[in-house]
């Protein structure tokens, strides 16, 4: 046997995730608070409803989800997005998908980073959804030059995380003091700084051309500015907010409420504002304060395929051409009346979305299905229609561009909202990464096929 065995990369994810939560609950309390109020919300729903408490065990995911949470980090530069991939990849965190929030008035890209394939997902699905400046998009030319001057001479990670990732690909792994001290290296990079990296001349005006470019390129580092736990009853959270003393933004992101979860809701309380000091040119500090810091919450439904997703994002559409949220949340009721109403369009039953084609699901044997031999592979709905196999939904694990922009919005505050030419650039962004993303389609069409192999395989090998 090997004396220094490597720690599993979904451990390490793991590690990584419980660090950052608690880190985060110490710099934002208020997370803490809304921690409590969904572990509470989850615990109701779960003893209402044993369907769904029993469908969560049945398929193995009941345990991970009080666990479960997303964060975001807003990087500078190329080298700083290229050096998170491979700190990420030690955790076994890949970029999936490629998000342009350029047309909703904010001048970054995205992908998310997260694990891939059921078992690293079920193990801890952990995500950071990252997104990098795009400096290209403000007009000022001077002013670029001087913050891409800025962002040239900070360094974002430790020496210490950076020669274990080294480590880790070198020798395709850490062992576990090695994976102990990148844990806490890497949670560094991640950790707010009240003294800015800048003036506070130098803050406002970066602050004038974008709020978002004045909180990426003042600090010394990509503060992860949310984490956010996974709620079984969002609207439910929602209205309790105000109870906990949290103030909710205005409206929920994504699809309506339903009976059959589909893709992603989210909800967010506002960003706080925070003191900060600037040190200027002759030295001296001078306090002022950034908002940039919340907490979000979300409600996971089924993935879509193709066909689903562009249902959605029609039918998204049509409602935000009958109402458009405003950021005051004036317009709530009458926003998510028009939302409900439009969805009516959108099958609410299991078994449709599967016939329809716009879903996609885990299949499994049935207790009869696991009794029964057959002597060849027959067609699947036949299996189902017999009571030999039977479907769960498969969750969606990735994120909506448009509910991200509305999340951006909603913490960048009034003014914050400016126009962009809409100007997706995922070459560019995978040339920054070094490498493609991945489709995010794909991996939710293998998990499926994956699935629908094991059920004819187990119902047609011989009989032991
Ligand atoms: C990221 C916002 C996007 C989500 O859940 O859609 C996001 C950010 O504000 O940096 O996290
Ligand atoms: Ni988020």
Not at 83 to 91: D, E, G, H, Y
Not at 190 to 218: C, K, P
Not at 385 to 401: K, M, R
């Amino acid at each position: 046997m090997k004396e220094n065995s490597f720690v599993s990369a979904d451990d390490i994810r793991s590690a990584f995730s419980a660090a950052m939560s608690l880190m985060y609950r110490e710099e934002v309390p208020a997370y803490g608070t809304l921690m409590e109020l969904v572990a509470r919300v989850n615990g109701e729903t779960l003893s209402a409803d044993a369907t769904l408490k029993g469908r969560l065990e049945a398929t193995d995911s009941l345990e991970r989800i009080s666990e479960e949470r997303h964060g975001a980090i807003r990087l500078g530069t190329p080298a700083e997005l290229s050096m998170m991939r491979r700190v990420f990849a030690v955790m076994g965190m890949y970029p999936v998908g490629y998000y342009d929030l350029s047309t909703a008035g904010v001048p970054v890209h995205s992908t998310a980073f997260r694990p891939v394939g059921d078992a690293a997902l079920k193990h801890n699905p952990f995500r950071v959804f990252t997104s990098l400046l795009r400096l290209d998009l403000i007009s000022d030319e001077a002013l670029r030059a001087e913050a891409e001057a800025i962002l040239k001479e900070r360094r974002i990670f430790t020496s210490g995380a950076v020669e274990l990732t080294e480590k880790a690909e070198r020798d395709g792994g850490l062992d576990k003091a090695d994976a102990e001290r990148f844990v806490a290296e890497v949670l560094e990079t991640f950790r707010w700084h009240d003294e800015a990296n800048v003036s506070a001349g130098m803050y406002e005006r970066l602050h004038d051309a974008h709020r978002l470019i004045a909180d990426v390129v003042s600090f010394k580092g990509p503060h992860i500015n949310h984490l956010t736990p996974r709620t079984l009853d969002i609207d439910r959270v929602q209205a309790l907010m105000p109870e906990y003393g949290i103030a909710p933004k205005a409206v929920v992101e994504g699809p309506p409420t339903r009976k059959c979860p589909v893709l992603l809701r989210q909800t967010s309380f506002k960003a706080l504002e925070e003191p900060v000091s600037f040190r200027d040119a002759d030295g001296s500090w001078k306090t002022g304060s950034h908002t940039a810091r919340f907490g979000e919450i979300e409600q996971r439904g089924i993935a879509l395929t193709p066909e689903g997703r562009g249902l959605y994002d029609r039918l998204l559409d049509e409602s935000r051409k009958i109402v458009r949220p405003a950021a005051d949340g004036s317009n709530a009721r009458e926003y998510e009346a028009a939302l409900a109403q439009v969805f009516e369009a959108f099958p609410d039953s299991w078994a449709e979305l599967r016939e329809a084609g716009l879903g996609y699901f885990s299949y499994s044997l049935t207790d009869k299905g696991r009794r029964t031999k057959l002597p060849g592979r027959r067609d699947l709905n036949s299996l189902i229609a017999d009571g030999l196999v039977q479907f769960d939904p498969i969750v969606y694990e990735d994120f909506l561009p448009v509910s991200a922009a509305g999340i951006f919005q909603s913490n960048l505050g009034d003014g914050a909202q400016q126009e962009f030419e809409a100007s997706p650039n995922q070459k560019r962004f995978e040339t920054d990464l070094g490498v493609a993303v991945l489709n995010e389609f794909d991996h939710y069409a293998g998990i499926e096929q994956a699935s629908i192999e094991g059920c004819l395989k187990a119902l047609t090998a011989a009989m032991a």
